[in-house]
């Protein structure tokens, strides 16, 4: 099983970046996967997930109208389109897979099976 999180880097405030989150060795279409970040200093928290069998998605409030998470089954890749980046995005960003369904929510990291090694971005002038 592999997650392996891409696209992050330097942007400047205000600026767009597009991560990926290319998935192997489980059956994509039974997972819910989720984005978390991580601040130097602060917990892991949750900001978006998709699970396309069930036409659910979920935005934490920081990223609400800002990020767009969508999925590509074909490929077995997430995508978390990020525009209007402030400063406080700066941060890892992971994305995980959990066998979990949700109707509100999905931002618990334990009950996360599988993770990536994250992707930094850095929102700075």
């Known amino acids: 099983v592999q997650l392996v999180e891409s696209g992050g880097g330097l942007v400047q405030p205000g600026g767009s970046l597009r991560l990926s989150c290319a998935a192997s060795?489980?059956?994509?279409?039974?997972?819910?996967i989720g984005w978390f970040r991580q601040a130097p200093g602060k917990e892991r928290e949750g900001i978006s997930c998709i699970d396309s069998s069930r036409n659910y998605t979920h935005y934490a409030d920081p990223v609400m109208g800002r990020f767009t998470i969508s999925e590509d089954n074909a490929k077995k890749v997430v995508y978390l389109q990020m525009n209007s980046l402030k400063p406080e995005d700066t941060a890892v960003y992971y994305c995980?897979?959990?066998?979990?369904?949700?109707?509100?929510?999905?931002?618990?990291?334990?009950?996360?099976?599988?993770w990536g090694r994250g992707t930094q971005v850095t929102v700075s002038s």
């Open positions: 060795g489980f059956r994509f279409d039974d997972y819910t």
């Open positions: 995980a897979a959990t066998l979990l369904g949700y109707n509100t929510g999905c931002y618990f990291a334990y009950e996360y099976d599988y």
